[in-house]
């Protein structure tokens, strides 16, 4: 028990009243005249809202410290509800997603804040820390709102049903489609998209090989090929990276001539092959990344007929971008970086360029802009699904970078 004095009632009591008293004078002094017009009412209360003190649950006034806070969590709770908008259609043509990663060990340890709060399912909010000329703080709020946002808690597999799964269930339909990570370098792009546990080309796997087994599909088979796009050319990363050509058929579909294919019925085959082929795919050290990716890699997952392997089906490919950021971010200095840098940031524009084409349904589309959306073109056009994941840091000293991913998926 604690024996700090109780406070007296009756002292409660007499402000309280005298309070009364004051609201009703207001309220009487502000009843509507019938000359007063909406508006007016409108502006009187405004007024009176604003100069009336916020009350606990026992009609005490809150201290401004706790008024502030009650203030933040209503505006919290409003802006949930406001952005608590419906379900996205899974079966659109293109959609994007946003991930939001947690803070990671060295953020925590320098004491980074989390500024990227999601606001219901599909929109979240940027508080960027910035600095006036006066050197004194102060935050610029920046929101989006796109297809999916999954927050730093949600789990692969919950990704995966929002994202590529309904791309599996297309591709059995007889359509092409594709599934990217998009970020700058250690925002989750390659864990969400090629974690050899948990990836979403694992979990994909699993659920084409089951469907497989069905009866309706015993005539098609699973085959995979692995290349990565460096500099403008394509090497096989199955195939001792043997540099590899791509062409159009008669039919618009992409061929890359000369890409080894391998047949897979299992996931421990598709994962022991994989990591083959990964583990060859180019790298260099970054400012971000001792082990950054320096190349676009390519995984295509190929339903072909039994008794005829030209014939293809159906298509998926899983694509892990290099890295967004620009090339003075990563701590740059040699040339052969520099070029790295420039061939990475050209590609990913012309990919931006020719998903805003195609989703406001331009006449032209400019797939020829870069090697990586020459090989994609058959994933975009005709019978094809695309669905990009923008992979975020939430950190405030990553803000910068943030934002431009969003900026790049935003449509």
């Given at each position: ?106 953020e ?17 909010q ?39 799964l ?38 994909a ?61 299992n ?64 701590g ?14 050209k ?18 589309t ?46």
């Amino acid at each position: 028990m604690s024996d700090a004095p109780r406070p007296d009632l009756q002292q409660l009591r007499s402000p309280l009243k005298d309070r009364r008293l004051d609201l009703r004078k207001s309220l009487l002094l502000d009843q509507p005249d019938d000359q007063d017009s909406e508006e007016e009412l409108e502006t009187k209360n405004r007024k009176y809202r604003s100069s009336a003190p916020l009350l606990d649950a026992y009609g005490v006034p809150l201290s401004p410290a706790k008024a502030a806070a009650s203030l933040r969590s209503s505006t919290v709770q409003q802006q949930n509800t406001a952005f608590n908008l419906p379900q996205s259609d899974l079966n659109q043509k293109i959609r994007v997603c946003v991930r939001k990663r947690p803070l990671n060990r060295k953020e925590l340890e320098k004491g980074d804040k989390d500024v990227a709060p999601t606001l219901g399912t599909r929109s979240l909010q940027i508080n960027e820390p910035k600095l006036r000329l006066d050197l004194s703080k102060y935050t610029e709020q920046h929101t989006f709102t796109f297809d999916d946002v999954f927050d730093s808690n949600v789990s692969n597999a919950v990704v995966y049903e929002r994202t590529a799964l309904p791309l599996v269930n297309y591709i059995f339909k007889g359509g092409k489609a594709t599934c990217f990570a998009y970020g700058q370098t250690g925002s989750g792009k390659t864990y969400t998209m090629l974690d050899p546990r948990r990836g979403l080309y694992i979990l994909a796997a699993r659920d084409i090989f089951s469907m497989l087994n069905r009866p309706e599909n015993q005539h098609l088979t699973a085959w995979i090929g692995l290349y990565e796009i460096y500099q403008g050319q394509l090497y096989d990363l199955l195939n001792n990276r043997k540099k590899l050509f791509a062409r159009e058929d008669g039919k618009n579909n992409v061929i890359i001539s000369g890409l080894k294919e391998y047949p897979i019925d299992n996931v421990d085959k598709l994962i022991q092959v994989f990591d083959y082929g990964n583990s060859v795919r180019t790298t260099g050290s970054t400012g971000a990344n001792d082990t950054s990716s320096r190349s676009h890699a390519v995984l295509q997952i190929l339903l072909k007929h039994k008794e005829n392997r030209k014939k293809i089906h159906g298509k998926l490919s899983f694509i892990d971008l290099a890295g967004s950021e620009r090339g003075a971010d990563r701590g740059e200095a040699d040339t052969k970086t520099r070029m790295e840098g420039a061939e990475i940031n050209k590609s990913l524009l012309a990919l931006k360029e020719c998903i805003r084409a195609l989703d406001k349904d331009k006449r032209h589309t400019p797939f020829r802009q870069s090697k990586l959306t020459q090989v994609l073109k058959d994933s975009f056009v005709g019978h094809s699904r695309t669905c990009m994941v923008a992979t975020i840091s939430p950190g405030g000293s990553n803000s910068e970078h943030t934002l431009n991913t969003l900026r790049y998926a935003d449509r």
